[in-house]
């Protein structure tokens, strides 16, 4: 798996990152796994782990923290390009949830309603948590399409290795209780556009983000293979062609199922027994 995936990178006109976490037996590949990288989209996973984590807080009676159950009425100053969803909705008029937000944000990637999320949440709220995770190198720095903060190189930022952190930290249910674990991957689960998946059988459950910016191209998730789940961060930029880019991630993670599909139907040995 390891040489196929190194292929796979030296292939590619661009730079390539990336994370791999066999949840069951723990070992680990990293490909560049300690470089600070562009996360576009993929930063949106830590702004739904705020969300579910302020969520905890309030159901233990923490005051002043945001619930999935609070609604919000669409606003036409908080709408701004990239929001499929919510340039269609009726200012004024329309009332949604937090958690209907967030599903727009996994979704289509919306990016107002990223943005109200993120002034509900708090922006240092969201690092706090990434800072009591020790993940130092991943920041939420700008809202969605703030152009001026990324020209002054505000960027949103992490690591392949901590990404992969992040996602494992909350799979083993070190953020979040267990309903809200299950609740915030049923989120992160929804069907969507995204580069992981691509080459995979389509019956396989996936919980992902993918980010893309000019010239650079993520995805980040878990990949729930029965008996054999792993998490998969992978992370390009610098790229020369970014369709190049996404290819590139669908090959890795199909390598990656390939290699876990195997280890999930085999004995300690190597044997495997097909069901009759």
């Given at each position: 798996m390891e040489q196929e995936i190194i292929?796979?990178?030296?292939r590619l006109d661009g730079f390539m990152g990336l994370a791999i976490l066999d949840?069951?037996?723990g070992e680990q590949f990293l490909l560049h796994g300690d470089e600070i990288l562009p996360q576009a989209s993929s930063i949106k996973i830590a702004v739904?782990?705020?969300?579910?984590?302020?969520a905890v807080q309030a159901a233990g009676g923490a005051s002043n923290k945001t619930k999935l159950s609070d609604l919000y009425t669409v606003q036409k100053a908080d709408l701004v390009p990239g929001s499929d969803i919510m340039l269609g909705l009726t200012p004024g008029v329309t009332?949604?949830?937090n958690r209907d937000l967030a599903a727009m944000m996994v979704a289509v990637s919306d990016n107002s309603a990223t943005n109200v999320l993120i002034d509900r949440l708090g922006m240092d709220n969201v690092n706090a948590l990434l800072n009591g995770l020790g993940l130092k190198n991943t920041r939420l720095r700008r809202k969605m399409m703030d152009l001026k903060a990324a020209g002054e190189g505000r960027e949103n930022v992490s690591t392949p290795r901590e990404m992969m952190t992040l996602l494992e930290a909350i799979y083993r249910g070190k953020v979040l209780g267990k309903e809200n674990t299950e609740d915030f991957f049923k989120v992160l689960s929804t069907h969507k556009e995204s580069q992981i998946p691509r080459l995979l059988p389509d019956d396989v459950a996936i919980a992902n983000k993918p980010g893309s910016l000019e010239a650079v191209r993520?995805?980040?998730g878990i990949v729930f293979l029965k008996n054999r789940p792993f998490v998969i961060c992978v992370m390009t930029t610098f790229l020369k062609n970014e369709r190049a880019g996404?290819?590139?991630i669908s090959q890795v993670a199909a390598v990656a199922y390939s290699t876990f599909e195997r280890l999930a139907?085999?004995?300690?040995y190597g044997r495997?027994?097909?069901p009759k």
């Open positions: 292929r796979i990178a030296d949840l069951t037996g739904l782990a705020e969300l579910y984590h302020q009332r949604i949830t993520n995805d980040s996404e290819e590139a139907r085999s004995s300690p495997v027994i097909s």
